[in-house]
């Protein structure tokens, strides 16, 4: 069905014509978009520690304020999703993350302290998290919208593969570009990937969520509580790959630290192909369940390697277990509200994974500094049976 025909539906009050897969231009955007996140992952760190010269505790907390400037916008992220739709709040998070890219640049500039160098990352980070927050909101809800809540699951792997698949391109490049050429070169991409994904998401169907009782978003959060926070403890596997992978395999002199986030993104890019659409065909808590197990696997292989392959073979594992748990619990969130607060919804649901990377990377920065970075993982492997164990809790009986 053309467009015009499908705008002239939604005129005249008929029910909303879906597609059978998400909208591709929505899929392209998020890829293009979220390489601004995959990008900085290894150089930050390693800029921070060894060119500017700060500790393990200042890596974590420089990494992790993006996050809890996420989670403090995702209601505004939410509402602006709800009101005006996901390409609305797409467009937007896609210009402040190139304004995000620009901070990282300046702060490479040559003559600036490292005081005030510092500075400039966390001020980036900041914007950067405001940027994502009503980037990825918008196209995760963008995207559910274009297929319905009928295949929301599958909707949900989707948009997961390309946020993921931008982490396991976008770091590896980001190490390559600041090993050949400097921070400067990998910031300049951070600038243009958001802009080339604002471009393709502009050409792109607008599709909104149904009209109806909007909640506050403190009651959204009161409904999906109990998923968030199983998906808050699967996301500190994750937060602990993209903040100290890079310096573990330093410190125990292996030299494929980029590799990390690729092995984890074939991983879980592979799971969401093959069972992507699991979530819509039986209980979400069952697929969280045994994914959330995977990835304590996963973690302890990590934490206990002896040689770099087992490493990166925890990293693989951990991507095949985080692939399910966020469409799983996601389309559990769905069911308990109403279809108009679906973005705020997704909203709530995806900042509890920001308060788990904004928590758990200073708290992991703790452990490296008292432990070793291995014991980083540990902390993922027992985060993560904790998340299993409050799935077998929360599921319903018939589940």
């Not at 984890?264 to 992507?276: A, H, P, S």
């Amino acid at each position: 069905m053309s467009a015009p025909t499908v705008n002239r539906a939604r005129l005249s009050g008929a029910a909303p014509v879906h597609l059978s897969r998400p909208a591709p231009g929505i899929i392209a955007a998020l890829f293009c978009g979220y390489l601004c996140v995959g990008l900085p992952l290894p150089v930050i760190p390693l800029f921070i520690h060894d060119t500017l010269g700060f500790n393990n505790l200042v890596v974590g907390l420089a990494i992790g304020v993006q996050f809890l400037a996420t989670v403090l916008t995702r209601g505004y992220a939410g509402r602006l999703t709800d009101q005006h739709g996901g390409k609305r709040s797409t467009l937007q998070g896609a210009v402040v993350c190139a304004l995000a890219g620009l901070m990282y640049l300046i702060s490479a500039m040559p003559g600036l302290s490292p005081m005030i160098s510092l500075a400039v990352v966390v001020l980036g980070r900041l914007v950067a998290g405001f940027g994502e927050s009503q980037f990825v909101t918008g196209c995760v809800s963008w995207s559910i919208a274009s297929v319905g809540p009928q295949r929301a699951g599958m909707s949900m792997s989707w948009t997961g593969i390309a946020m993921f698949a931008a982490l396991a391109v976008g770091a590896p490049i980001g190490m390559l570009l600041y090993q050949a050429y400097g921070l400067q070169a990998a910031m300049i991409a951070c600038i243009a990937a958001p802009l080339l994904a604002g471009g393709i998401a502009s050409f792109e169907m607008s599709y909104t969520n149904p009209a109806g009782e909007r909640l506050p978003f403190h009651k959204v959060i009161w409904q999906i509580w109990r998923e968030g926070l199983g998906l808050m403890l699967q996301g500190v596997g994750l937060s602990g790959l993209t903040a100290f992978a890079s310096l573990y395999f330093a410190a125990r002199n292996w030299g494929h630290a980029g590799l990390v986030m690729t092995a984890f993104g074939i991983g879980f890019i592979f799971i969401r192909l093959v069972l992507g659409s699991l979530p819509d065909r039986m209980s979400g808590y069952r697929v969280a369940l045994w994914s959330l197990v995977v990835e304590a696997i996963g973690q302890a292989m990590i934490w206990a390697a002896p040689h770099e392959v087992v490493a990166l073979a925890g990293a693989l594992v951990t991507g095949l277990g985080c692939a399910l748990v966020f469409p799983a619990l996601g389309v559990e969130v769905l069911k308990r509200v109403p279809p108009a607060n679906r973005g705020s919804a997704m909203g709530a649901f995806v900042a509890f994974l920001d308060i788990a990377y904004g928590v758990s990377g200073p708290i992991a920065g703790v452990i490296a500094g008292q432990f070793d970075y291995a014991a980083v993982y540990l902390f993922g492997t027992v985060c993560a049976l904790l998340g299993a164990g409050l799935v077998l809790a929360a599921r319903s009986p018939q589940s």
